[in-house]
Nanobody, 125 residues
Framework: QVQLVESGGGSVQAGGSLRLSCAASGYTIRNSCVGWFRQAPGKQREGVAVIDSDGKTSYADSVKGRFTISRDNAKNTVYLQMNSLKPEDTAMYYC???????????????????WGQGTQVTVSS
């Protein structure tokens, strides 16, 4: 049974930092495309960052230079380091995985087979 479990969310003030974790079980992330998505109330789910099996990363323009995605194969975990947080980063954050190649459509939720339950990030001004 595949499980992705996110953790690390919380409430911070603008300018602060958080590190999200996505721990996988029943699934090997090093051979996969793993992405982080977020969804704010009333908005569509959007791709934030992705890391592919070769370690190549891509980011949404809104988070470039502030967020960093990384992977620890030994722990079978993907991280999202979020710095210089802004109120507009407030959302539920999800990790997702697929055995398909990330490609240029990595930001599309429908590309992913497995999803975590999400972790809430709230940034106050």
């Amino acid at each position: 049974q595949v499980q992705l479990v996110e953790s690390g969310g919380g409430s911070v003030q603008a300018g602060g930092s958080l590190r999200l974790s996505c721990a996988a079980s029943g699934y090997t992330i090093r051979n996969s495309c793993v992405g982080w998505f977020r969804q704010a109330p009333g908005k569509q789910r959007e791709g934030v960052a992705v890391i592919d099996s070769d370690g190549k990363t891509s980011y949404a323009d809104s988070v470039k230079g502030r967020f960093t995605i990384s992977r620890d194969n030994a722990k079978n975990t993907v991280y999202l380091q979020m710095n210089s947080l802004k109120p507009e980063d407030t959302a539920m954050y999800y990790c997702a995985a697929t055995t398909l190649w990330c490609g240029s459509s990595w930001y599309r939720p429908r590309q992913y087979d497995y999803w975590g339950q999400g972790t809430q990030v709230t940034v106050s001004s």
